[in-house]
Antibody
Framework: EVQLVQSGAEVKKPGESLKISCKGS????????IGWVRQMPGKGLEWMGI????????RYSPSFQGQVTISADKSISTAYLQWSSLKASDTAMYYC???????????????WGQGTLVTVS | EIVLTQSPGTLSLSPGERATLSCRAS???????LAWYQQKPGQAPRLLIY???SRATGIPDRFSGSGSGTDFTLTISRLEAEDSAVYYC?????????FGQGTKVEIK
């Protein structure tokens, strides 16, 4: 069974750094692109970017390029989303999600994590 | 960037009725790579439809997708109480991938 398990909720102050995680299991983690989606309070979904854990190739939406860093550690089947200096506007639920087909970036998100709530205040 | 505009904003229907949700793209979506997701309160989104008209694994056949180019539709025939949710379209055929703003379906 495919599972994506995310790290727990975080409360941070503006200017602090943060790294949240997403551990995959039940499939070949190295061979599927995995990405991050932001959902601000009461708002819709925003595609942030994706990473291929096999070689750490990363693609960002222009809206998030330079604002966050997506990384992965294939040895522990875990993807990360990182901020160097948080802002109040980063307050949101963040979901990790796995793309559908092995090796393909042109896919929807088939499996989703449970979400990590980040509060910056 | 492709902008996806969903309509209506909210749809209020009775059980057993048919729901028709629209997603219009600002430019043609390559390969009709258009997906639909369902999100219930407090839950992660769930993939319903991909490639405009293919149902994802385990999705009931009362959910169907259609369309091509810039105009896409999600149809829910015979609404059930459990279909109350927000529905999002997403295009993944062009960079950057983008989502629509969502349509809320309420069951009376």
């Amino acid at each position: 069974e495919v599972q994506l398990v995310q790290s727990g909720a975080e409360v941070k102050k503006p200017g602090e750094s943060l790294k949240i995680s997403c551990k995959g299991s039940g499939y070949n983690f190295n061979s599927y692109w995995i990405g991050w989606v932001r959902q601000m309070p009461g708002k819709g979904l925003e595609w942030m970017g994706i990473i291929y854990p096999g070689d750490s190739d990363t693609r960002y939406s222009p809206s998030f390029q330079g604002q966050v860093t997506i990384s992965a550690d294939k040895s522990i089947s875990t993807a990360y989303l990182q901020w160097s200096s948080l802002k109040a506007s980063d307050t949101a639920m963040y979901y990790c999600a796995k793309l559908t087909r092995e090796g393909s970036t042109w896919d929807p998100f088939e499996y989703w994590g449970q979400g990590t709530l980040v509060t910056v205040s | 960037e492709i902008v996806l505009t969903q309509s209506p904003g909210t749809l209020s229907l009775s059980p057993g009725e048919r729901a028709t949700l629209s997603c219009r793209a600002s430019q043609s979506v390559n390969s009709n790579y258009l997906a639909w997701y369902q999100q219930k309160p407090g839950q992660a989104p769930r993939l319903l439809i991909y490639a405009a008209s293919s149902r994802a694994t385990g999705i009931p056949d009362r959910f169907s997708g259609s369309g091509s180019g810039t105009d896409f539709t999600l149809t829910i025939s015979r609404l059930e109480a459990e279909d109350s949710a927000v529905y999002y379209c997403q295009q993944y055929g062009n960079s950057p991938r983008t989502f629509g703003q969502g349509t809320k379906v309420e069951i009376k």
